[in-house]
């Protein structure tokens, strides 16, 4: 007698549960066991050394405070959170459009190439107070700063990307007759995403910093005036809750970028991820 036929015994929602589990562990576990820690390390310090609050609050402490301060949050947030967009979309329209430059003109990469290191290197705290000059304590400085910090991850990045590549794909490409243009937006483009999307989430970090630093130098309103008004008082509570709701802006760009990437590019995720995973043979 035959053997019977080997039926697999997994269900047709497994694969999906699979995925599932390892989203929880690597998006959420991992990330709330490193807050944790970090929040562990933080309270024990100011216990076993016997902190004072004026000096280091409690984790407790600066999180309440950011709840009791919510009114003062939701006025300041809305301003440091639109210079961060305004900064950081238009480092990405001019930083797309100075790699795609750079890339199809050597000549203008060795022009263009100076400048991007020049502009690296200044210390934007000492130019924020000229743009203020410039531009007066509206809202134009602080997003001049957060696009001039966030401009050059994302030129860089692009430009790898388009750079990056394989001559066997562009030769297959050219040998179908197409144009240079079109060698662009059907090679060197689509590979040049999973690097920008890196670039993007180190730019938007930039552009988060760069904000803070403008309202640093000269503003009425934003999360960087509370922190110089906090300093100003010496009040340690208002300063950390400040940097807590900073920081949680900050995760929070970074992590929808996350979820752009996977949406706009899912094969290059899904790859990786599988790699990750030990199943790429």
């Known amino acids: 007698m035959a053997a019977p036929a080997h039926t697999s015994t997994k269900r047709p929602g497994g694969r999906f549960q699979a995925g599932f589990r390892r989203f929880l562990t690597a998006e959420v576990l991992y990330p709330a066991v490193a807050v944790a820690a970090l929040l562990t390390i933080w309270h024990l310090t100011v ?6 609050a004026t000096f280091l609050p409690a984790p407790a402490t600066a999180f309440s405070k950011v709840f009791r301060s919510s009114d003062t949050f939701l006025t300041h947030a809305p ?8 900064g950081f979309t238009l480092s990405i329209v001019l930083g797309v459009a100075t790699a795609f430059v750079m890339v199809w003109s050597r000549a203008m990469e060795k022009i ?10 200044i210390p934007y705290i000492s130019v ?17 700063v957060s696009f001039l910090m966030s401009y050059f991850p994302i030129v860089v990045a692009t430009a790898a990307g388009m750079n990056a590549v394989e001559n066997d794909m562009i030769d297959m490409v050219r040998s179908m007759s197409a144009s240079k ?10 590979n040049s ?3 920008f ?14 904000a803070i630093v403008g309202e640093y130098v000269g503003a009425d309103y934003g999360l960087g005036y509370l922190i110089v008004l906090s300093n100003s008082d010496t009040n340690s509570e208002l300063l950390f809750a400040t940097i807590i709701v900073v920081s949680a802006i900050g995760v929070g760009f970074f992590w929808l970028i996350h979820w752009l990437e996977k949406l706009c590019i899912p094969w290059h995720v899904a790859f990786r991820e599988e790699e990750s995973h030990g199943r790429i043979p």
Not at 114 to 119: A, D, M, N, R
Not at 197 to 210: D, E, L, Q
């Open 181 to 190: 243009w079109q060698v662009f937006w059907k090679s060197r483009f689509p």
């Open 197 to 210: 999307f890196s670039g993007a989430k180190i730019a938007v970090a930039f552009a988060t910093s760069g």
């Open 193 to 195: 995403l999973p690097y």
């Open 112 to 121: 263009v190439s100076p400048i991007l290191v020049f502009l690296q290197t």
């Open 47 to 52: 216990v076993l050394l016997d902190l004072r």
């Open 128 to 144: 924020a107070p000229l743009l203020i000059i410039w531009f007066g304590f509206n809202i134009a400085p602080k997003i001049v």
């Open 79 to 86: 301003v440091t959170v639109f210079e961060i967009v305004g």
